[in-house]
């Protein structure tokens, strides 16, 4: 269960694998259409996390600048 | 005598005259300032510094505490143009003056470069600025460090570049002062604490626009050695285009701008959306040609020699039965033909031999043992025999 949850970045990287894999045809039929579906299921996901992302900012406080304040 | 009495009032010991000399000399010049060259400069083991000032004619000794010497943003060296500022001070112990130095500047932009060449060219010699030693940096950051200050408009930009370029990535900012006393020691400190968290995937340093002076910080030597021993990558933006620091030299990469550092820093969100679109349809097409090609291979094999001998073999197999069928047919009809010829020459035979018809004429047919007598050396007297006429057999 833990593999399925994958990081924005671990999808990428998926992807790309899939992308060669399908681009080079070197697996056999069934195979292709496993990964044909697990990219574009990623595709997809990777698409909505990226396009509904939203910037996020954490302040790291330093003794120095509490002094300072 | 009166000579002598009136000599003998205006005699000082040496501590009294020294006493005046002090009280004269520190109370005339307070709070002075005064240009010129560093000679004899050294740092005491204590912390504190003695060094020479001096200028083509004469030369004064200097001390700085070292209370006042930690606020001081370069190392002096033999030679560098200086503007003390402090107190001349009398040390009665050795009769001399010196100035209490309070604090010390580089005399002009031009003795501000001269230092930053000297140390820039020193680390460049102790390999800090080594190309083979810069890290990568990565691609796709998770967090990205800022050391900047917080309510600067450079950190302003460099939030709206996340923002736009990719907004998955999470900022943790440690903020700092960018420039005056004491920015140099927040800045390593910074550098430092975002450093150890180990989470990072990349720190920027950076700070907007300004006078060489603004930018100092950013060529002092203990920032130049935090960021040398930081394992995560960094990338330094300081000032404008022009500005180059001994910070960039050091730093794993150099962006010309705060903003350009996070542009740096970031990957496209519209390239890697176009990147994706281009994979949904590359990837549909491509399992389309593989569905295709496997396709015509099907085909091609139905339509190869090997599927087709099927059909030859059988029909060859047809024709061999046909054959033999029809040999078979042939055969067993001369067989037929001949059996008919036969009984039907027979047939003619014995209507021309027909026994009856010769007995009606009055011949008359001998038998022995149930056979035809045809001769007469034949016949055993012997024997029973019967004679067969046309309309009745009799024996005898």
């Given amino acids: ?69 | 005598m009166d000579l002598f009495v009136g000599e003998e009032k205006n005699i000082y010991s040496v501590s009294q005259i020294t006493g005046s000399i002090k009280r004269l000399l520190e109370s005339s010049f307070g709070g002075i300032k005064i240009v010129g060259e560093i000679s004899n400069f050294k740092p005491h083991f204590s912390g504190h510094w003695y060094f020479t000032l001096k200028d083509a004619d004469a030369q004064i000794s200097c001390t700085m505490w070292k209370s006042n010497n930690t606020r001081v943003r370069f190392t002096p060296e033999d030679g560098m143009r200086v503007v003390v500022s402090g107190n001349i001070t009398v040390y009665p112990p050795r009769g001399n003056y010196q100035i209490d130095v309070k604090t010390i500047n580089l005399d002009g932009v031009g003795e501000l470069q001269a230092a930053f060449e000297r140390l820039k060219r020193r680390l460049a010699e102790e390999g800090l600025f080594d190309e083979a030693l810069k890290k990568a940096i990565p691609k796709l950051p998770k967090k990205i460090g800022v050391v900047t200050a917080i309510d600067s408009a450079a950190f302003r930009d460099m939030i709206s570049v996340a923002k736009r370029r990719y907004p998955l990535v999470r900022l943790v900012v440690a903020s700092s002062r960018v420039q005056g006393d004491g920015a140099a020691e927040e800045i390593v400190q910074n550098i430092n604490l975002l450093d150890k968290r180990g989470d990072l995937d990349v720190i920027i340093i950076g700070r907007g626009g300004g006078s060489l002076e603004d930018l100092w910080a950013f060529n002092e030597e203990i920032v130049a050695r935090a960021i040398y021993a930081a394992n995560t990558p960094i990338i330094s933006g300081v000032g404008h285009e022009i500005d180059f620091t001994i910070a960039d030299f050091v730093a794993d990469l150099r962006a010309p701008t705060p903003t350009a550092a996070m542009e740096l820093a970031t990957p496209d969100k519209e390239k890697i959306l176009t990147w994706l679109d281009d994979f949904l349809i590359s990837s549909s097409n491509n399992i389309n040609s593989i569905i295709s090609n496997l396709k015509d291979t099907v085909f091609e094999l139905i339509n190869s020699y090997g599927f087709k001998s099927y059909d030859y073999i059988l029909n060859n197999f047809k024709q061999d039965l046909d054959n033999y069928i029809f040999r078979i047919e042939n055969n067993l009809d001369k067989k037929i033909k001949k059996e008919k010829n036969e009984v039907e020459l027979q047939r003619n035979i014995l209507e021309a031999f027909n026994v009856d018809k010769i007995l009606q004429r009055g011949f008359a047919l001998v038998i022995q043992n149930n056979k035809v007598i045809t001769r007469a050396k034949k016949y055993n007297k012997n024997e029973k025999t019967k004679i067969k006429f046309y309309d009745k057999e009799i024996e005898i």
Avoid: P, Q
């Avoid at chain 1, 056999?28 to 509904?52: F, H, R």
């Fill in chain 1, 1 to 69: 269960m833990t593999a399925k949850k994958k990081t924005f970045e671990d999808s990428l990287v998926r992807l790309k694998e899939i992308s060669d894999l399908l681009e080079t045809n070197e697996v056999g039929l069934d195979e292709s259409i496993k990964l044909y579906e697990e990219g574009v299921k990623l595709a997809k996901e990777c698409y909505k996390t990226l396009s509904e992302a939203e910037l996020k900012i954490e302040k790291m406080k330093s003794e120095l600048e509490n002094n300072i304040e």
